[in-house]
């Protein structure tokens, strides 16, 4: 799940633009860069993937052509989901739900990089995550 924070949060350089709204269809793929969308296909290839038993991505854009949600979708299931909020084109915060449930938030600096889990007030958790817990 971290990995999908980190990667949300070099998704995209100060000079990308998608087109606002969504839904778009997308091949799945991330690299160390990153998510970055790319190989845009239609709802019918999306189908047709899925059908395979491969992985596509569900964007939505907001008017600064900046990806606000992103859904993975494997085998027609959505796998996780991030909601994602911006400040001057640079990731504020991300939060992610995974299928069954778990939600991970994290936040970021000034400068769009993750911050420590001190930065976000220790051993943070989002209330989600601690109602999930056992108690002892």
Known sequence: MLAIIVLLAGCVADDYYHQPGG???FKHGVTYEGFR??????????DSL???????????FNSDGLPTNVQKVYKGKIESTADLTWTNRKPASSRVTDADG?????????????????????GYSPPAARSAQPTP
């Open 23 to 25: 839904p778009y269809y």
């Open 37 to 46: 969308p790319n190989e845009q296909i239609t709802k019918a290839e999306a």
């Open 50 to 60: 899925a059908a395979d038993g491969y992985a596509y991505t569900v964007a939505f």
């Open 102 to 122: 778990k939600v991970t938030e994290s936040f970021f600096d000034k400068k769009g990089r993750p911050r420590s889990p001190q930065q976000q007030g220790g």
